[in-house]
């Protein structure tokens, strides 16, 4: 199998596109380990549906918001496994609002965790990924469009894909491949707390030429293809999956 | 309570609350609705859940600062009626449990 023997760590891995693209490295033969916040529940769900199918699946509670908690977090995983082989740096919160209503703790709370959580991980991954490795970061349209409400996720998903770019010239010398995919409009739990968005959904659902909104192993799919070895010449790209929604 | 004092407790959640919210600490009461009176939209209260993490060494698990779901109006979330007290109280129960 195309990942077999491959440690695959997922931040904010329980839930939605995480928990896919949890499932999607479990189907594809990796050791998945799930980072959560807070929902146990949810995390042990993943567990169970991942260990159900043969996939050897472990949870990793951490607030990445702490540095400290992902230096614990990177630091588990040497003593666990010795090494991790891709990183997927999907872990993301935000608030949905006018952005000239933002206050500056609601910007810094989705800068560090959106952002600033995966240049700590990178730089904590280093010495995980001795033998070369992959980091995949999540992104999405929002962080070159305008969207209604999604300033604050909007622009740090425009920072994430820059420091993408960044880490993945520094990192190319250590063997280490980063790239970013960008989702459309994906069904999920997310999208709902959108302000009015069955107004906005009616609207752009007409827009996509795939004629369908995305599903999160949309998401997961492109995901797995970027991290396999068929792209081993792609550094600091930015995948966008969104049927076709932004041409 | 790991050297804190009561009052030790208060001021300093007030300060939390202040910065994270763009509030003054004169209009922070222990019952001050957090929300309702303070302005506090969802992510500012896990903003000051992790704040608080950070200032009392202490972990806050999800849904801490919940009351018990009888107390809570229909139509409302936990979060929605959540007092400055109900924070207090959560504090001084975990740093007393280390």
């Known amino acids: 199998m195309m990942f077999e023997g491959k440690i695959v760590l997922v931040t904010g891995g329980s839930r939605g596109i995480g928990r896919a693209i949890s499932a999607k490295f479990g189907e594809l033969g990796a050791t998945v380990l799930v980072n959560f916040l807070q929902n146990v529940e949810a995390a042990e769900e993943t567990q169970r549906i991942l260990q159900k199918s043969g996939t050897e699946c472990r949870l990793y509670q951490a607030n990445l918001i702490h540095p400290h908690e992902i230096r614990e977090l990177t630091g588990k995983i040497a003593e666990d496994f010795g090494k991790l082989d891709i990183l997927i740096h999907n872990a993301a919160l935000g608030v949905f609002k006018p952005t000239l209503e933002l206050r500056a703790n609601q910007w810094d709370l989705t800068m560090n965790i959106n952002t600033r959580a995966l240049l700590l991980l990178a730089k904590n991954c280093l010495g995980l990924m001795k033998e070369g490795g992959q980091i995949i970061a999540i992104s999405s349209l929002g962080s070159h469009r305008v969207i209604p409400n999604y300033g604050a996720i909007g622009v740090s998903k425009a920072a994430l894909e820059s420091l993408v770019k960044y880490l993945a010239v520094e990192m190319a010398e250590h063997g280490i491949r980063v790239n970013a995919v960008s989702g459309g409009i994906i069904e999920s739990d997310t999208i709902k707390k959108i302000p009015e968005h069955e107004k906005m959904l009616s609207e752009v659902r007409e827009k996509i030429p795939a004629k369908r909104m995305g599903r999160p192993e949309d998401m997961a799919n492109a995901v797995a293809a970027l991290a396999s070895d068929l792209c081993s010449w792609i550094y600091g790209h930015i995948l966008v999956v969104d049927g076709g929604l932004s041409l | ?98």
């Open chain 2, 1 to 98: 309570m790991k050297g804190w004092t009561e009052d030790g407790i208060f001021e300093a959640l007030k300060h939390i609350l202040a910065d994270a919210l763009e509030i003054e600490t004169a209009i922070i009461q222990p019952d001050s609705m957090v929300m309702k009176e303070l302005g506090a939209e969802s992510i500012d209260i896990l903003d000051i859940a992790f704040r608080i993490e950070t200032r009392f060494d202490i972990k806050i698990p999800e849904q801490a600062f919940s009351v018990k779901p009888e107390d809570i109006p229909k139509g409302k979330s936990a979060n929605e009626i959540l007092t400055v007290q109900a924070i207090l109280d959560f504090i001084k129960n975990r740093l007393e449990g280390q």
